[in-house]
């Protein structure tokens, strides 16, 4: 260990890789960020050069924007409510610079392989075959990039086009064309809206029901509802189903089936349009397709439609190409990592952004950066690899319990709890914690604010609450 540079790595700057830049600078933990695009931003950089980009030209948020900054860093007052995928990229990339951290990332530089060392350590070969070794190493390569097809493959031969959502960018080739879309999630609603619009006929092909929830609910978005906060997130969940039933109605009126489960027991699928669509006779629904028939599809139903494209909008895998399986693999999308950040196996990999919220991902990096922070430095200690194993195991379990077994559904945290959870677990490693840094600070550290309830804004009242306790 003796000589193991005083340096941390990390994979990624999307929002999740700025944030633990930014803050590891600011704690003074000397760093690398390693960029594979020419800028910061990963997904919300449209046509990114990094191939990673799974926007499309007419992407917008669906959580609302202050719930998806940063803590110390508002939007601009002119950007909207849901703001565009432009605003969202220039706003990462003013954050980069505001906080001087641009200058610490190698942009146009992937990182080919991660291996852990005997005693320690990782080294990192980067795509040029040069090696170096850190001490520790922060993966935040993002998880809506590698698309999943449906699987297994729909029987039969198609002869029209086929692509994923993921390389879906612009309306214009579905014009006038009569176009199928398959999935029932975010980028389905979005994309089949977005091609009714010009095709001759879209069909949505879902095979289950989902609750649709609008962007606004009762006049305000649908992350800031006047729910009062001291009700319990679980009573606030139970109360938001009929509001939203109220609000849209059954949706086997539509032509959709219906959802088989509580609402917010699926990853919530947002759309203020698609019904409409489907009112409008632009949008047919039709159930799941059974098998592929040269110039059209047959439905679970027996029916049969001519199709000339199909858009998949089946989801993204989990993957880190850069770990050997035999280190580090997400098997059906699932890696056990304790709270979602800390692996069992190797105390010095940890992972930033690897959550799927009801809400943004954001301010969640953000915290998990500082709790990492707080790690490298000697002011938080885990607790055992059993327990830890333990704690992951009961997650999982109840995971599956809301969720059902899908590799859809591996990741999923409800904002509120999820904070409170890792603010009493920094509270308990800071008092378990007598060990030794792994990271000395190089330069004079900015306060750490970390347990601060200025944390995350919104969620103040939470962060007062648990400190009260
Ligand atoms: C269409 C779409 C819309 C979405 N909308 C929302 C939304 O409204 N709100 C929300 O909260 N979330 C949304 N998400 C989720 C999305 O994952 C997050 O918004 C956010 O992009 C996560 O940031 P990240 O930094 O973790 O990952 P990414 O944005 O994917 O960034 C990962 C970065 O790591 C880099 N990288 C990866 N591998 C390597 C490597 N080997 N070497 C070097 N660099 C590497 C990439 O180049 C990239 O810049 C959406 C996702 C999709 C697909
Ligand atoms: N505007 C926005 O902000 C926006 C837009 C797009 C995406 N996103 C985000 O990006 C992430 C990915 O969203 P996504 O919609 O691309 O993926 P997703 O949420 O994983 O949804 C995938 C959909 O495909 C279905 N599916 C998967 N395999 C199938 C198969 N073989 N046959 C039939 N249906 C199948 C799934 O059904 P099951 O549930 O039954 O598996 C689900 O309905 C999410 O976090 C989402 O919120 C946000």
Same mark, same amino acid.
């Given at each position: 260990m003796?000589?193991?540079p ?8 999307g929002?999740?890789?700025?944030s ?10 000397? #760093?690398?960020?390693y960029e594979?695009?020419d800028r910061?931003?990963?997904?919300w ?8 980009s799974?926007?499309y ?7 609302s924007?202050?719930? +998806?900054? $940063?803590s ?6 002119h950007y909207?409510v849901?703001p ?6 220039e706003y #990462?990339n003013? %954050?980069?610079e505001? #906080?001087?951290v ?8 992937t ?9 320690g350590? !990782?080294e990192?070969t @980067?795509h ?7 001490r520790?190493l922060?993966v935040?390569?993002?998880?809506? !990039?590698d698309?999943r !097809?449906?699987?297994?493959? $729909?029987? &039969? ?6 692509i994923?959502?993921?390389?879906y960018?612009t309306?214009d080739?579905y014009?006038d064309?009569q176009v199928?879309?398959?999935? #029932?999630?975010n980028?389905?609603?979005d ?6 619009r010009v095709?001759a006929?879209t069909?949505l092909a ?6 649709i929830i609008?962007?606004?609910i009762?006049g305000?978005?649908?992350d800031?509802q006047?729910i009062?906060?001291f009700i319990?997130?679980?009573w606030?969940?139970?109360?938001? &189903? ?6 849209v109605?059954?949706l086997?009126d539509f &032509? ?7 609402i ?6 947002v759309s ?5 669509r ?15 028939d040269?110039? &059209?599809?047959? $439905?679970?139903?027996g029916?049969?439609e ?5 858009i ?5 895998k989990?993957?880190f190409?850069f770990?050997?399986?035999?280190h580090i693999?997400a /098997? ?5 990592v $304790?709270?979602?950040?800390f ?10 952004g690897l959550?799927?919220p009801?809400?943004?991902? +954001?301010?969640?990096?953000?915290l998990?950066s500082? !709790?990492v922070?707080? %790690?490298l430095?000697g /002011? %938080?200690? @885990?607790p055992?690899?059993?327990e830890m194993m333990?704690?992951i195991q ?7 319990k809301? %969720?059902?077994?899908?590799p859809?559904h591996?990741?999923?945290v409800?904002v509120?709890?999820y904070?409170?959870?890792?603010? /009493?677990? +920094?509270e ?12 000395k600070?190089?330069?004079?550290a900015?306060?750490?604010?970390? @347990?601060s ?5 919104? @969620?103040?009242?939470?962060?007062q ?5």
């Open positions: 003796a000589d193991m005083n340096r941390v790595c990390i994979i990624g700057a929002s999740s890789g700025i633990a830049a930014k803050t590891l600078k600011e704690r003074g933990i000397p #760093f690398d960020c594979a695009g910061v931003g990963g997904n950089v449209y046509e990114n050069r990094n191939g990673m799974s926007a030209k007419s992407l917008f948020i669906n959580t924007k202050p719930r +998806m900054q $940063f110390d860093y508002p939007m601009p007052d909207p849901f565009h995928h432009t605003q969202i990229a #990462f003013n %954050y980069v505001h #906080f001087n641009k200058q610490h990332i190698r942009f146009n530089t990182v080919t392989s991660a291996i852990p060392l005997e005693n350590g !990782w990192i @980067l040029d075959g040069s090696t170096h070794r850190y520790a922060l935040a390569n993002g998880h809506h !990039w698309p !097809w449906p699987e297994p493959p $729909f029987e &039969g031969h198609f002869d029209g086009s086929v994923h959502s993921h390389y960018k309306p080739a014009m064309k199928l879309v398959l999935g #029932f999630g980028s389905a609603m994309i089949a809206v977005e091609t009714s095709s006929m069909y879902v095979r289950r029901g989902f609750h609008p962007k606004y009762l305000r978005p649908l800031q006047a009062p906060k319990p997130w679980a606030q969940r139970k109360l938001i &189903g009929p509001i939203i039933r109220l609000q109605g059954k086997s &032509g959709l089936p219906e959802p088989d489960y509580p917010l027991h699926a990853h919530p699928t203020s349009e698609i019904l409409n489907i009112t409008h006779g632009c949008i047919k629904p039709k159930p799941n397709i059974q098998r592929l040269g110039d &059209g599809v047959i $439905f679970t139903d029916s049969r001519r199709v000339d494209c199909i998949y909008c089946t989801g993204y989990v993957t190409p770990f050997r399986p035999e693999v /098997k059906n999308n699932d890696l056990p $304790f709270r979602r950040v692996h069992p196996r190797y105390p010095d990999l940890f992972f930033i959550l799927q009801l809400g943004a991902i +954001m301010p969640l990096a953000e998990q500082k !709790w922070s707080r %790690y430095l /002011k %938080y200690a @885990l055992s690899p059993e333990q704690d009961r997650e999982r379990e109840e995971m599956r809301r %969720y059902g077994n899908s859809r591996t990741m999923q409800d509120e709890p904070v409170v959870g890792v603010l /009493k677990e +920094m308990r490693g800071a008092k378990r914690s007598q060990r030794l840094p792994l990271i600070q190089e330069a004079p900015a306060q750490d604010a970390s @347990l309830p200025e944390l995350i804004p919104h @969620l103040a009242h939470q962060n609450r648990h400190h009260q306790n």
